[in-house]
C-alpha cells in the first residue's frame, strides 16, 4: 500500500494515538452532520395549513435513507479499521443522542407521546445496523491482529499416551485439582 492509502485505510491501532482520535472524532462529526442534515430536528407532526385536520412532519423517506446510507457507509469504515466496538461509539451514538434531544425538547409531556419508544426503537436499529455491518467489514481486514496462538491447545486421547512412551507433542492443560495426579 502506498503511504496515503495505509493513512486512509490502514488499521487505526497501528497508526499514533492523535491520528487515531481525530479519525474518530472527524467520524463523530460526519455521522452528526448526516443528522442533522438528512433529519430535521423538529419531528413534531404540524398542520398543512391552519385550520386543516392533515398533519405532515418533515421527515422524508428519501432523508430516512440517506441517513441510513450515510450511517451504513461509516460503520463499514470504522468496521475495517478500528476495533468492534468503535463504530457503535463514532457512528451510531452521536445520531442516537441528538435524536434524544430532539426528542426531548418536544414541548410535549413524555407521558402522552411516543417519542421515548421511538427513540428506543430508533436507536436500537441504528446501533443494530452498526454492529452488523462493521463486524461483516472486519471479515475483509488485511490483518486483524487477533492471534489465537496459544489458545489452542492440541487434543491427544488416552490412548495415545500410552504406547512406546515416544511422548506426546501435545499441551497438557493445567488441573483444576491441584492435590490430583495426572
Not at 12 to 32: H, Q
Not at 53 to 69: D, K
Request: with cysteine; net charge positive; aromatic share 8%.
Amino acid at each position: 500500500m502506498t503511504p496515503m492509502t495505509e493513512k486512509l485505510l490502514g488499521l487505526l491501532s497501528k497508526r499514533p494515538w492523535t491520528e487515531r482520535w481525530l479519525t474518530r472524532l472527524l467520524g463523530a462529526a460526519l455521522s452528526s452532520a448526516a443528522y442533522l442534515l438528512c433529519l430535521p430536528w423538529d419531528l413534531r407532526n404540524r398542520p398543512e395549513s391552519p385550520g386543516s385536520t392533515t398533519e405532515t412532519t418533515p421527515v422524508s423517506v428519501l432523508g430516512v435513507a440517506a441517513l441510513a446510507v450515510t450511517l451504513l457507509l461509516l460503520a463499514v469504515y470504522f468496521g475495517r479499521r478500528d476495533a468492534l466496538a468503535w463504530p457503535l461509539l463514532v457512528v451510531a451514538a452521536p445520531p442516537a443522542t441528538l435524536m434524544y434531544l430532539s426528542f426531548r425538547t418536544n414541548p410535549e409531556p413524555p407521558d402522552a407521546s411516543l417519542w421515548p419508544l421511538t427513540w428506543a426503537f430508533s436507536t436500537l436499529v441504528m446501533a443494530a445496523g452498526v454492529l452488523v455491518l462493521a463486524s461483516v467489514a472486519r471479515q475483509f481486514r488485511e490483518d486483524t491482529g487477533d492471534s489465537t496462538d496459544g489458545l489452542v491447545f492440541a487434543h491427544s486421547s488416552s490412548g495415545a499416551s500410552s504406547g512406546t512412551g515416544g511422548g506426546s507433542s501435545a499441551v497438557r492443560r493445567p488441573s483444576l485439582n491441584p492435590g490430583a495426579r495426572s
